[in-house]
């Protein structure tokens, strides 16, 4: 598994990044090839691993199809084999959905498999699509928009209770589109570093919010004071979905992390 220090910051890691098997452009070999390219240290690549707890989800049309967790982890370890060196690591990851009602089976069939570390993310708020497009977002009032927030919340809450994520993915994603207030949820995203920190979890500073509606990076600068309070350890990841984007933001970030406290 992936394991990060608060004392020894991650800095030339990416591990938060997508290929054209879930909803990335590029392929896996494209984006392995240029995160070396870009002088990374370790690259991890981590497509969207979703199991819906019944039907009626759209994830078919966004994650890794269920059935090419084989071949993606055979090739996942060919690349290693020829790209790894003294100065480049190549790790194979998923990012997997949380949902109350399976996530015992969901990890439980992940054992077996030869993965490095899995990120808890949580894109959907019952069957809504956190951020799957703005025009889902615009018809709602305060109030249903305020319910989807609760409901994503208590969600991550769940993510960061799991010992088996090596850190939480995007934790403010609501406000991708800029469609809602989030400092409104202020007190249950500290509730959620509140179990990050109990479980000895991390968080990511995820560099894409910058290039969204939102342009603030994931989570806000106020939650990044209050995990470094909490001594939570932060990895910058580009969530990258091309190969051009590995790093992208990174400089920025790790300004971001000091101003916050953090000894990058």
Not at 86 to 105: G, M, P, Q, R, Y
Not at 192 to 214: H, M, Q, R, Y
Not at 220 to 227: K, P, R, V
Request: charged share 25%; net charge negative.
């Amino acid at each position: 598994m992936l394991k990060l220090s608060y004392d020894v910051p991650s800095k030339g890691y990416s591990c938060h990044n997508h290929s054209n098997l879930s909803d990335g452009d590029s392929t896996l070999e494209e984006m392995c090839r240029a995160a070396k390219a870009a002088g990374l240290k370790v690259f991890g690549l981590s497509d969207h691993w979703v199991v819906p707890p019944e039907d009626g989800y759209d994830s078919c049309l966004w994650s890794m199809d269920l059935s090419r967790l084989d071949s993606y982890i055979s090739a996942m370890q060919k690349m290693k084999n020829e790209l790894d060196d003294e100065n480049f690591t190549l790790k194979t990851a998923l990012e997997v959905d949380f949902f109350f009602e399976n996530i015992d089976s969901v990890l439980k069939n992940l054992e077996g498999y030869p993965l490095d570390y899995l990120i808890g993310s949580v894109h959907y708020s019952g069957k809504f699509g956190i951020d799957t497009d703005i025009t889902l977002w615009e018809p709602l009032t305060e109030d249903e928009k305020e319910d989807i927030c609760e409901i994503y919340w208590q969600k991550l809450l769940g993510a960061a209770q799991r010992k088996e994520f090596s850190f939480i993915g995007h934790p403010d994603l609501p406000k991708k589109f800029n469609t809602i207030n989030s400092k409104k949820y202020f007190p249950h995203a500290l509730k959620v570093l509140d179990a990050v920190a109990e479980n000895n979890g991390a968080i990511e500073l995820n560099t894409s919010g910058w290039f969204k509606p939102c342009a603030e990076q994931y989570p806000a600068f106020d939650l990044l004071q209050a995990a470094n309070a909490r001594k939570i350890p932060v990895i910058v990841n580009a969530d990258a979905h091309n190969a051009a984007d590995v790093a992208r933001g990174f400089e920025q970030a790790y300004m971001l992390l000091r101003e916050a406290g953090y000894n990058y």
